[in-house]
């Protein structure tokens, strides 16, 4: 029975790389808002895609501080219009 799952996920996982990560992100994503409510769920999101953002940055050797401060300026330019 382990081995035959095992098979299948491999299957999966080789196949249907993106469907199967499009699922496990969507059922996440659904348990998290059941959990926590929606603007909680999309807090945390949010934080994580920022720290992504600087992470990436940072492993390209950029600087993560000054970018930021660019694009919020950026962004909050396009508020006072």
């Known amino acids: 029975?382990?081995?035959?799952?095992?098979?299948i996920l491999t299957?999966?996982?080789?196949?249907?790389?993106?469907?199967?990560?499009?699922?496990?992100?969507g059922l996440l994503f659904g348990t998290a808002v059941l959990c926590f409510g929606f603007w909680q769920?999309?807090?945390?999101?949010?934080?994580?895609?920022?720290?992504?953002?600087?992470?990436?940055?940072?492993d390209?050797?950029?600087d993560a501080v000054e970018n930021m401060r660019e694009r919020a300026w950026r962004l909050l330019?396009?508020?006072q219009r």
């Open 1 to 7: 029975m382990k081995e035959e799952c095992g098979k």
């Open 11 to 25: 299957e999966l996982w080789q196949n249907h790389r993106g469907k199967t990560c499009g699922l496990l992100v």
């Open 41 to 58: 769920t999309f807090f945390v999101i949010c934080c994580g895609l920022i720290g992504l953002f600087i992470g990436l940055q940072l």
């Open 60 to 62: 390209n050797g950029e």
């Open 77 to 79: 330019e396009r508020f």
